[in-house]
C-alpha cells in the first residue's frame, strides 16, 4: 500500500526494505542527440516500504541500459544497509554521505542516493497526508512547461513537422537539439522549427556539451538573432570556465545544469559565472535534498532554475522554488505511471492535489517493462 489510513504530520516512520525493479519503457518518440540516439528509457523503479505501512515511490534515469542493473543492485544493497533507520531525508542524506565519502559521491553513488532521497520524500508526504510541496512549504500551482520529447538531430525538414506536433497539445514552449556537422545547418534548423510554429511560441536549443568553446562561441554568435529563450550546454558540463568565457561574449543567454553533481559543484559553476540560467536534475543534483540547497544557492545568485527530466517530481520541486522558470516535459516515464503528469492546454504543469508527488506504477505495465 502507498499510504496508510490515519497517519498524520507527527508520524514517525521507520524504513523497513527498499523494493527495487530495473524497467525498459519504450520511448513514443526515440531522441537523437549529437551524443547518440536515446530509443529506451532505463529506469530504476524504487519503492520505500516502511514499518507504519506507508510506502514512498521515486524512479531513477540511468540513461543507458548498460548501468542500469549495477544501480539496482547497488540501491537493493543499501536497503539493509537503512532497514531500521528512521525515514528523515536530512538524516539519510547524512548518513549516506559520510558512507561513500572516501569513494567519492559523483556517478551511481550520486544516483542511488538520490532516488532514495526522493523516495523518503515521497514517503514523508504520503504519511502527512500532503502533496509534496506542501510538505515543501509552497502550494500546488501551475508550472510553465517546455515540450522537449523530441526536435532530436533530425534535419530541418522533419524537424518543422515534429514541432508542429510537439506544439499540438497547448505547449508555449519547445527545445530543439543542435549539434550538426555544421553551424549552417543549426540555423536552418531552428529558422525551419520557428516558421513552422511561430513567434508565440518560446524556443530553446541544447547542444549536449559536443562543442569546443571556440566552437560555442562561433555557434551562439551565429544564433544570437534568432530569437532563442537560451543555449544550453554548448561545451563540456565540467568546464565552468569555458561556459563562462561563452557566456562573457554570447548575446543569447547560456543554460546549464543538468550535469551539476549537487549542491557544491554548481556552486562552484556559480563562481566561476558560467551561466545566466540554470537547470538542476533532481536525480543529479541530490534528489529533493539536494534541490532545496540547490534552490538557495539560485535565489541567493538571483538565478532563474528550470527543471531536467523527472517532470513529476520536478514539478513540486519547482513550484517552491522562489527563482522557478520552466518545467521540462519528457514523457519517458509515463508507460509504467498510473497517472501521468498532466499539461493544461495553456501549456502549464498541473499537479494533483493528493498526498505524495504522484508517482504510483502501474504494475501491470511495469510487468512488461521489466528488464531481463
Known sequence: MSGAPGAGPAAALTLRELRVRAALAPMRLPLPTSGGTVRVAPLAL??????????GHAYLFCYTPLVLKPVVELLRN???????????????????QRTFRLLGAP??????????????????????????VRLLGGTPRPVP??????????????????????????????????????????????????????????LMSDYNQSLSVAEGLRRCEALADEGLSWVEEPTRADDHEGHAQIRRKARVPIQIGENWWGPHDMARSLAAGACDLGMPDAMKIGGVTGWLRAAALAEAHGLPISSHLFPEISAHLLAASPTMHW???????EPVLRAPLRIDDTGNAVMADEPGSGIEWDENAVQRALAP
Open 46 to 55: 524504487i519503492d520505500l516500504h516502511t514499518e507504519q505501512g506507508v510506502t
Open 78 to 96: 543499501l536497503s539493509a544497509f537503512l532497514k531500521g533507520d528512521a525515514v528523515a531525508p536530512l538524516a539519510i542524506d547524512d548518513k549516506l
Open 107 to 132: 556517478g551511481l553513488n550520486a544516483m542511488a542516493m538520490a532516488g532514495i532521497d526522493m523516495a523518503a520524500w515521497d514517503a514523508q508526504a504520503r504519511a502527512a497526508g500532503v502533496p509534496l
Open 145 to 202: 512547461a517546455y515540450n522537449s520529447r523530441g526536435l532530436g538531430i533530425i534535419g530541418a525538414e522533419r524537424a518543422a513537422a515534429e514541432a508542429q506536433e510537439l506544439v499540438a497539445p497547448g505547449f508555449r514552449a519547445l527545445k530543439v537539439r543542435l549539434g550538426y556537422p555544421d553551424v549552417r545547418t543549426d540555423v536552418e534548423v531552428v529558422r525551419a522549427v520557428r516558421r513552422a510554429v511561430g513567434d508565440r511560441i518560446e
Open 327 to 333: 518545467l521540462e516535459y519528457v514523457d519517458w516515464a
